[in-house]
């Protein structure tokens, strides 16, 4: 259903937090595949790719067309996910739900007007495809308007 993309260059790291936080997504069905992004992967970004069972692509273009999911889910390295945060996805695809910002904690009043400054992107995989986006603010500027989920 859902492939999660990650721009993950020089953030191996900051995986150490956010890749288990998809495992129990990935056990319910709802997250299909991970599909990491690093144009120049040194050793420990292969050893993630191996050990999580996440692919791997040079650009987030080429993650887009690699990624078999409906649905893309864009993550930043550094986005700390809240445990239950699947179950608030899941709700909102039930319900019909669209394009949604996903973040780690309750937006504050002026994120919820501005826009969280850090918050994964989800969108159908044919519209994030489009114009082949560069980046996650490439893909942020399509959401138009977006549900929040926590």
Same mark, same amino acid.
């Given at each position: 259903? %859902?492939?999660?993309?990650?721009? &993950? +260059? ?7 937090? *956010? ?5 129990? &997504?990935?056990?319910?069905? *709802? ?6 992004? =690093? ?11 191996? =050990? ?14 690699? +990624? ?5 889910? +864009? ?5 700390? @996910? ?10 909102? !695809? ?15 009043? %002026?994120?919820?007007? #501005? ?7 989800? /969108? ?14 490439? !893909?942020?500027?399509? /959401?138009?308007?977006? +549900? @929040?989920? #926590?």
């Amino acid at each position: 259903m %859902i492939s999660v993309v990650i721009p &993950a +260059a020089q953030a191996a790291r900051d995986l150490a937090g *956010l890749l288990p936080a998809l495992v129990p &997504a990935v056990v319910s069905g *709802l997250v299909r595949e991970a599909i990491l992004v =690093d144009p120049a992967p040194d050793g420990a970004m292969l050893a993630i790719c191996e =050990d999580s069972g996440a692919g791997l692509a040079p650009d987030l273009a080429a993650a887009l067309e690699r +990624a078999r999911g409906e649905l893309i889910l +864009a993550l930043p390295p550094a986005l700390r @996910l809240r445990p239950g945060w699947e179950e608030s996805l899941r709700r909102h !695809l039930e319900s019909g739900g669209g394009p949604a910002l996903v973040c780690a904690a309750p937006p504050s009043l %002026i994120e919820r007007l #501005t826009g969280p400054r850090l918050a994964g992107v989800l /969108l159908p995989a044919d519209r994030a495809r489009e114009r082949k986006p560069a980046d996650l603010a490439g !893909l942020r500027r399509r /959401l138009g308007r977006a +549900a @929040l989920l #926590t």
